[in-house]
């Protein structure tokens, strides 16, 4: 029994290790098949498309409008120089070795060592992210492939390089790969971007080791290392170069401080590098940084040819944006040296489509993009998103156009905002407090809905938030950081698209001309309201145009809707304003414009507000819609056209005591808000025995002063009536304090022995006027205050104040509607923490 055990054990080990070497000749034979595959494939490529390594002429790649017609082609006309290896200096092919492939003269194509550290760095992140390709494996991918990052593209760029091995000399693979190697800005090679960079060929005596670290520095990320526009990171990359020339013992310790002591290249003009007209390089730009971003066409591959781009750009809304930014009259005068700085964006209102922007009234080329990288404070033009969209979308029946909310003076755990004009009621309907932009009311509504609310409704439209813009400030765009008008543009897009948000995009679809390639872009569209609750918002919107803050953006004969933002100035100027926004669309186009200083500073303030950025979108939408037949905004299907409900204006009547010495009459200064438009007054005086005396009838004014003879106890009573003469609510009572009129007259203290005014005040100081200087309060943070009752002075261009922002309570936290945890103080000049108080 033992000794057929032990057979048993022999037999089944020789049979596994039959079956280990049967394995491990098949995986012999996989490794030699799949090497002898990969160099017939890699010999096939190169046979099919060996001219393109000798032909330099490139393909334009063409930009298409939204009309199908061509907006530009990226490839200038001219002549590429190809430069040979044996006329090229040696600082030149060392810098490229050292930081692309130092061990080029070693490996046969493929450098296992490198690419062994590449996988590595490739899974632990998951993609193949990490460089690894030589010199001979890059030329490989420039010449005959497209630049996306798969494991099969990666197999065919080593199976042709491995084959360009086979086929050419290393000095050969060498020369076409520098003759080949995008350096940005339209550059193809080390001669034309010598030339382009620096003014001089590569040969020059002046070619310097800075200068040949600078172009190998670039090819790693062409935008990001351009001397012109990143010199910062552009001089960072090069010195690192130059620090690997002499760790590899290519250059000595004196010439590494010397080159990396060299300045970097001045900009001596903008060579075109496409047919693009004038004022649209901020589109394009743009465009460029979404077809890597959305379809993985990097900038290199757009500028090495073979490409058509289909946008979303409407020439006729860009021509309109470039007349009128050139027209300096629709720009306020501020500022001693600059002007103010402004940019617009335009997308279309059903499909997002960017149709046009501006950058800036001056925008560079890949320079600072103020429709798309600023963020700054939106202002009263963020109150439709941040909190009536999200309000009336949670419960239309509690919460739309008629709705009463709070509008008296209150302080929410310390957060204490202030209506632009001062004047307070009781209630005010949503619809009034969107047309005259009030403040009280939406920071009411939001502690009432609840900051989550808020934030989570900015999220689907595509507002980018941080977590210290959880507090009540946002509901008049006081964000932590600020927002773009790309964003603004598109967060609008729900109120004229039945709720629906469209992402602003500027692509439609990309092909590629010598593979067939065509990837489209698939629309990212999601409902953010409800269609009622979008068409709610809309109507309120409507209003703001038609009779509210937003009448400058007005067009005749169109249907316009929109919102204004303005915020103050932090420069030390409280009558000036750091941004001013128009938000708003037509049926057809969905536009933000925003004009301020960057940086503002107290010799650039701006003293107008936000009815030049409404003059704008008006002016421009004007001109891009001639000859578009008007159209009206569509209600959707099942949303109710809400009759608006009148509410009866709540009269509210102040009294104030002053004696004149020159006659010895006391008298009661009387003043009223909150009556409606055409209505009269009828002023009544109550005696101490309740005798009602009507003291004048039928007043259009607001104002009244009351000369008594003699210190009695007095109340007062204003009373409307319509234009038909009845009788509308009369306001409370005032009460008049005779003991106060009677200190008025034993205490004037410019009233002496022979009665004449000294033009002093109660406590000695004088105005030089003799007026008595208001009482600085102590409302909100003091150093923002100075109107006597702790306000800020409205401006008088606008009549928009900031309100105060007081420290709220610390022990506040998340999860309640009193939630209130104000942002951080700004941290450096132009970051403005107040959000807008303005009727605009």
């Not at 209150?410 to 009030?438: K, L």
């Not at 938000?583 to 960057?598: H, L, S």
Request: aromatic content about 8%; proline content about 6%; glycine content about 8%.
């Amino acid at each position: 029994m033992a000794a057929k055990a032990k057979k048993k054990i022999k037999k089944k080990k020789n049979n596994l290790l039959m079956i280990a070497v049967s394995f491990a000749i098949f995986l012999f034979l996989s490794v030699i098949g799949g090497y002898f595959a990969l160099l017939y494939a890699g010999d096939m490529m190169i046979e099919q498309n060996e001219q393109k390594l000798k032909d330099l002429k490139i393909e334009p790649t063409v930009i298409y409008d939204k009309n199908g017609q061509e907006m530009t082609s990226l490839i200038r006309e001219k002549n590429r120089e190809y430069k040979p290896i044996n006329e090229m200096p040696k600082v030149l092919i060392d810098a490229f070795l050292a930081v692309e492939d130092k061990r080029f003269y070693e490996h046969k194509g493929v450098d296992m060592v490198r690419i062994g550290g590449a996988i590595v760095n490739d899974i632990k992140k998951g993609s193949l992210a990490e460089g690894g390709s030589t010199i001979t494996q890059q030329l490989a991918r420039n010449v005959f492939l497209t630049l996306d990052q798969t494991f099969w593209r990666k197999t065919k760029e080593m199976s042709i390089a491995i084959g360009l091995e086979r086929r050419y000399s290393k000095d050969q693979i060498l020369e076409m790969y520098l003759n080949r190697i995008y350096l940005g800005k339209g550059e193809f090679g080390v001669q034309d971007a010598s030339l382009y960079y620096f003014g001089i060929p590569v040969d020059h005596k002046d070619f310097t080791i800075a200068k040949a670290a600078m172009l190998a520095a670039i090819p790693k990320a062409p935008t990001t290392y351009n001397p012109f526009n990143n010199p910062e990171k552009a001089k960072l990359r090069r010195d690192t170069i130059i620090r690997l020339m002499h760790e590899q013992g290519l250059i000595t310790e004196e010439q590494k401080l010397a080159a990396q002591a060299e300045p970097l290249p001045k900009k001596s003009g903008e060579i075109a590098d496409s047919t693009l007209k004038k004022g649209y390089r901020a589109f394009f730009d743009n465009m460029v940084e979404e077809a890597e971003a959305t379809f993985g066409v990097t900038e290199e591959e757009l500028y090495r040819g073979g490409w058509n781009i289909y946008t979303t750009f409407d020439p006729k809304v860009q021509d309109a944006m470039v007349e009128e930014y050139a027209n300096a009259k629709n720009f306020p005068k501020d500022g001693a040296k600059r002007g103010v700085e402004s940019s617009m964006i335009v997308i279309d209102a059903k499909t997002g489509g960017i149709a046009g922007m501006m950058g800036g009234r001056n925008y560079a080329p890949k320079g600072f993009n103020y429709a798309t990288d600023m963020k700054r404070q939106p202002g009263s033009s963020f109150k439709p998103i941040a909190v009536f969209a999200p309000a009336v979308n949670k419960d239309i029946n509690k919460w739309n156009a008629n709705s009463q909310l709070s509008n008296k003076r209150q302080s929410f755990n310390g957060y204490e905002p202030r209506n632009y004009n001062n004047r307070y009621t009781e209630t005010m309907s949503m619809n009034r407090a969107m047309i005259d932009s009030a403040n009280i009311p939406p920071v009411w509504l939001l502690n009432e809905i609840g900051v989550s609310e808020s934030l989570e409704y900015l999220k689907k439209v595509g507002i980018e938030l941080t977590p210290n813009d959880r507090n009540l400030a946002i509901a008049l765009g006081g964000l932590d950081v600020g927002t773009s008008p790309l964003e603004m543009a598109q967060a609008y897009t729900p109120f004229v698209n039945a709720g629906v948000v469209s992402e602003a995009h500027s692509i439609t679809k990309v092909e590629n001309k010598d593979e067939g390639v065509v990837r489209e872009y698939q629309p990212k569209q999601s409902e953010a309201l409800k269609p009622e609750a979008a068409w709610e918002i809309h109507t309120m919107l409507e209003k703001a145009v038609q009779e509210g803050t937003g009448k400058a953006a007005r067009i005749s004969g169109r249907h316009v809707a929109g919102k204004t933002g303005t915020t103050q100035s932090i420069a030390g100027d409280s009558k000036a304003n750091k941004d001013a926004w128009f938000v708003g669309y037509t049926p057809e186009y969905v536009g933000a414009v925003w004009m301020g200083f960057d940086p503002e500073d107290k010799q650039h303030l701006m003293h107008q507000g936000s009815s030049m950025t409404a003059q704008m979108f008006s002016k421009v939408l004007a001109t891009a819609l001639k000859g578009v037949p008007s159209s009206d905004f569509v209600r959707p299907a099942g949303a109710v056209e809400q009759k608006e409900v009148e509410v009866e204006p709540e009269l509210q009547l102040a009294a104030d005591m002053s004696f004149d010495p020159s006659t010895n009459k006391l008298m009661v200064v009387l003043s009223w808000i909150g009556g409606a438009d055409g209505d009269t007054y009828d002023l009544y005086r109550i005696g101490e025995n309740g005798e009602r005396q009507l003291i004048s009838a039928g007043m259009k004014e607001t104002s009244y002063v009351d000369v008594l003879d003699s210190p009695k106890q007095y109340q007062y009573q204003v009373v409307p009536r319509n234009a038909q003469g009845e009788e509308g609510t009369p306001s409370k009572t005032v009460p008049i304090d005779s003991k106060k009129l009677e200190n008025l007259i034993n205490q004037d203290p410019g009233h002496n022995e022979e009665g004449n005014d000294q033009g002093q005040n109660p406590d000695g100081t004088e105005n030089g006027n003799g007026e008595i200087p208001p009482d600085q309060g102590t409302g909100g943070t003091g150093e923002h205050t100075n109107n006597g009752d702790g306000s800020q002075p409205p401006n008088p261009g606008t009549g928009e104040v900031p309100p105060d922002i007081v420290n709220p309570d610390p022990s506040q936290t998340d999860g309640s509607s009193n939630e209130i945890k104000l942002p951080p103080p700004p941290q450096e000049e132009g970051q403005n923490q107040f959000p807008d108080a303005s009727n605009g």
